[in-house]
């Protein structure tokens, strides 16, 4: 257990000393993952510092999200915005997922999913429908939906289209995952 403890001592010194410098403001290599990893280590360790750290962070990358950032959910809006409705539905940080999140779902479904050749969970297809399907997930307490009919019918057809393949990386249950969140 000691050991444990010390591996995350020093994941938190390292990052501490170089999440700012991430050039990449995603989930997977970037600066959302360290706020998540820091917002998971301040609920455990109790530590109010690390938690603004991670606030502070959080805000940098809001403030850097700009119309040609990728949409993607590794380096991209999908991740960013899966990890604020994360943040919010685990109580590590409050507000109105829908509110916060309504430019990144509206610059995700400017992405024309017909014309997309990846299927992969990393950078294509798959990404997005997982950060759709978290999108929906908790929609009882919504007064509207966060992505628009058109847009849901068109993912929906994609979606059923799509021969995924091992390489795809596409979790088994994302399918049927976001054909339920589709009949609420």
Not at 62 to 75: A, G, Q, R, T
Not at 156 to 176: A, G, I, Q, Y
């Amino acid at each position: 257990m000691e050991n444990l403890k010390n591996e995350f001592e020093q994941a938190l010194h390292y990052l501490l000393l170089n999440c700012g410098f991430l050039p990449d403001l995603g989930l997977f290599q970037g600066k959302m993952g360290c706020v998540l990893f820091l917002m998971q280590y301040a609920r455990l360790s109790k530590s109010v510092w690390c938690e603004d750290f991670a606030s502070e962070l959080l805000n940098e990358i809001y403030e850097d999200i700009h119309v040609d950032v990728s949409f993607n959910l590794e380096s991209g809006l999908c991740g960013i915005g899966w990890s604020i409705e994360y943040l919010i539905r685990n109580g590590f940080m409050e507000g109105d997922a829908d509110e916060i999140l309504e430019d990144i779902d509206q610059l995700v479904m400017e992405h024309d999913v017909d014309f997309m050749s990846d299927l992969s969970f990393r950078h294509g297809i798959a990404g997005i429908v997982f950060y759709v399907t978290s999108r929906l997930a908790y929609r009882e307490n919504r007064k509207s939906m966060p992505f628009n009919r058109i847009y849901l019918e068109r993912l929906r057809n994609r979606v059923l289209s799509s021969e995924f393949s091992e390489s795809d990386e596409v979790p088994p249950f994302l399918v049927k995952d976001f054909m339920d969140s589709l009949q609420g």
